[in-house]
Structure formats: C-alpha cells, structure tokens
C-alpha cells in the first residue's frame, strides 16, 4: 500500500505542478478531471446507499458550473446555478412519475452534488488566476497537506482524546492542533522559497502565508470530516479505487475544496484590498 501511494505520488505530483505553473486552460483542465471524477464518485456512494441520484447530471452539471467560472469568473454564477436547479428538479420530477419513490431526496443530492463539485470547487481555479495566484496556491494546498501530515503524524503518537469518535475514530484532538501548528508553520516556510520566485512586488509574505496556513489548517478538517460522514452513512471505506493505494479523488480532493473556497476569501479580503 505505502509503496503504491509513494509511486502514485512521485508520478502525479511533478504533472501537477508543472500544470499550476503554466495555469490557463491546462490548468483548469486539471481541476475539471478531479472534480468530474469525484462527482462522479459522490453519485455512486448514494446509490450504493439505495438512493438514486441524477447519475450523469452531477458531473455534468459541475464541469457546466466549472466551465462557466474559467470562462466569465463570477458573472455567469446567477443564471448558471439558476439553471442547474431548475434541471435538477425537472430530472426528479420524471423520475418519480417513472416510479422513483427517493425523488425528493434525490433532487437534493443532485443539487449538492453539481454545486459541492461545480462552484466551491470552482474556487481553486478562481485562487489561481488571482494577482499572484500560482503562489497563493502553492501556499494554500501545500499548507493543507502539511497540516494533514502533521496531524497524522502527531496524532499518531500523542493523541488521546478523540476528535470525532462517530465519523472519524482515528482523529484526535491532540493531532488537530499540532496539524494546525505544522500548516501555519509549513506554509510560513514554504513563502521563503516561494518569494524568491515571485519576486519583491508580489503580494506573498511569510505573515500573510501564516495567516492563510493557520486558517486553512483549522478549518479544512471539516471537508474531511464532511467526506467520511457521507461514507460512514453507508459503510463505505473509500470513494473508489481510482488511485492506487490513495482510494478515490473524492478521497484525495475533499479538504482541497475547502482550501479553495476558503484560501480565495482570505486573500481577496485580506491581502488584495
């Protein structure tokens, strides 16, 4: 298992950096197979529950969401969502005149699944076309990463009381915070390095990386957690296997959508004004 993540790793990672370097549409391609594939897989993990979900208009309506954001930013958001909704229920409408008795249930999975996977996850590609973006993105996940290893790691060794006994029995408070510690740290660290790139006139420093690190390190846990709670509903360990021994992209991308939404806000509100 270790040596299938560690190769999985080394092969996937330098294409993924290479392609949030150049950014634009290869970028946005990137993140449209992550997302397509986790809809993808969210859809199945419902119908594993005996729930019946709009099958192929959850990816659709999220790469439609996430085509809408490379394209117009924010401006096509109203009318976009608007019509998402509107397919949505329309698709459950005939589906309970077909005999569906979980529509209405149904219809809300869909619509969470297209905007869960559509337009917070449409964050990532609007962190990375901000002023300096490629930085602040290489500062945001790779913040998150640090404050999931550290967690691990820590928890592993300290952790007595746990986080989440329901959801997430291995979670412990102990490894949270010092999660938190080595995210704000790490992405501290890591603007050192980066600013050498970026130059003198970016918008990058180490107090605002620490700002962005501790942020997300505190509150990505809970896309995480949001994860496991639909998994654990049906008994599900992961979201597939697509990834060798890393299970789904569901599994590897559910505090990446956190770190999105989150890391965008911070450095619009905080840094850029």
């Not at 337009?119 to 999931?148: C, H, M, N, Q, T």
């Not at 809970?222 to 008994?235: A, N, P």
């Amino acid at each position: 298992m270790l040596v299938k993540r560690l190769w999985v790793s080394i092969i996937l990672l330098p294409i993924g950096l290479i392609l949030i370097s150049i950014g634009g549409i290869p970028f946005a391609l990137l993140i449209a197979t992550f997302m397509g594939l986790a809809a993808w897989e969210y859809d199945r993990l419902f119908r594993t529950g005996g729930l019946k979900p709009a099958g192929f208009l959850i990816p659709a309506g999220a790469l439609f969401l996430l085509y809408g954001r490379v394209t117009a930013g924010f401006e096509s958001g109203p009318w976009m969502i608007s019509l998402v909704i509107l397919a949505s229920m329309t698709y459950h409408l005939v589906a309970y005149e077909r005999g569906s008795d979980t529509a209405g249930s149904d219809f809300g999975i869909t619509l969470a699944g297209m905007l869960y996977f559509g337009w917070i996850g449409g964050y990532l590609v609007s962190l990375r076309e901000l002023p300096d973006g490629k930085w602040w993105f290489l500062v945001a996940l790779p913040a998150v990463w640090l404050a999931d290893s550290g967690a691990y790691f820590i928890g592993r060794k300290f952790g007595k009381h746990k986080l989440s006994p329901r959801l997430s029995p291995k979670k412990s408070w102990e490894g949270y915070l010092g999660g938190i510690v080595t995210g704000c740290l790490g992405a501290a660290l890591l603007t050192l390095v980066w600013q050498v790139g970026a130059g003198p006139e970016s918008t990058l420093s180490v107090w605002k990386s620490a700002v962005l690190g501790l942020t997300l390190s505190t509150l990505t846990p809970l896309g995480d957690l949001g994860e496991s709670m639909i998994k654990r509903q049906f008994g599900i360990k992961d979201s597939s296997n697509l990834i060798p021994g890393h299970g789904g992209v569901f599994d590897r991308i559910d505090s990446w959508l956190w770190a999105g939404v989150i890391g965008y806000y911070v450095v619009v509100w905080f840094f850029l004004g």
